[in-house]
């Protein structure tokens, strides 16, 4: 069984600049996360889907990012304009359905650099 | 809130001791799950455990076992003869659900290096 895909692995931008992420869950996987995760840090939750509902996107900073997944199954997040201080790793995860406890499945991240 | 700390910031060993990998979390909720991942340099997020809070038990899988004390808040995690493959950074989770969503907090994570 694939895991959770992410792309690209690693992106380098110039601050202002727009960048996007892109995650594929694992087949069947309807509940999706999005993660940052600074360096030295756990992951932090962005937004959290269940098919194409955003359903937490509390910790989001909607002034700059957004998310979508349509069809509910590949989704993708966004910065525009990218900031020094977003340079970090985003992780995608997914799991089968909703309810407490069941592990997440993580994809290996995207590491953005803003210069 | 809930909150994981890992005092643990980094750990060295010599391959083959054993160490012990500490989570201390805090939450207001009776029904939450524990767990425990590791992510090795390739920086993917590998699950080990999971453990609800109505479930004291230890449990061993091979080298690993866990710990979890409701009484302390706490559920550390043993490596017995570490091995270099072990070197990762370790990290506790905890979920809870708090107003209708479920969140999976996590600490800071223990580095851990096994030396040959």
């Known amino acids: 069984e694939a895991g959770v895909v992410q792309s690209p692995r690693y992106k380098i931008i110039e601050k202002k600049q727009p960048v996007a992420f892109w995650c594929n869950p694992i087949s069947g996987h309807n509940t999706l996360y999005w993660y940052r995760q600074n360096l030295g840090q756990g992951p932090e939750l962005l937004i959290r889907y269940e098919n194409e509902e955003a359903v937490d996107d509390s910790q989001l900073p909607k002034d700059r990012f957004s998310a979508e997944r349509l069809k509910g199954v590949d989704s993708t997040l966004k910065i525009q304009p990218a900031e020094l201080g977003d340079s970090a790793v985003y992780l995608c995860a997914s799991r089968p359905r909703t309810g407490l406890g069941n592990e997440q499945f993580f994809g290996p991240g995207t590491r953005l650099t803003v210069l | 809130a809930q909150k994981v700390t890992q005092a643990q910031t980094e750990i060295s060993v010599v391959e083959k001791e054993d160490v012990t990998l500490d989570c201390v979390y805090e939450?207001?909720?009776?029904?939450?799950?524990l767990f425990w991942y590791k992510q090795p340099p390739s920086g993917e997020l590998v699950f080990l455990i999971r453990r609800n809070s109505f479930d004291e038990q230890n449990e061993i899988s091979g080298r690993y076992s866990w710990n979890f004390q409701k009484s302390t808040s706490s559920f550390n995690f043993t490596i017995t003869a570490s091995q270099v493959v072990d070197s990762a950074v370790y990290f506790c989770?905890?979920?809870?659900?708090?107003?209708?969503?479920?969140?999976?907090?996590f600490g800071k994570g223990t580095k851990l290096t096994v030396n040959p």
């Open positions: 939450t207001r909720d009776t029904t939450y799950y």
């Open positions: 989770a905890l979920s809870e659900l708090g107003g209708g969503s479920e969140k999976l907090v």
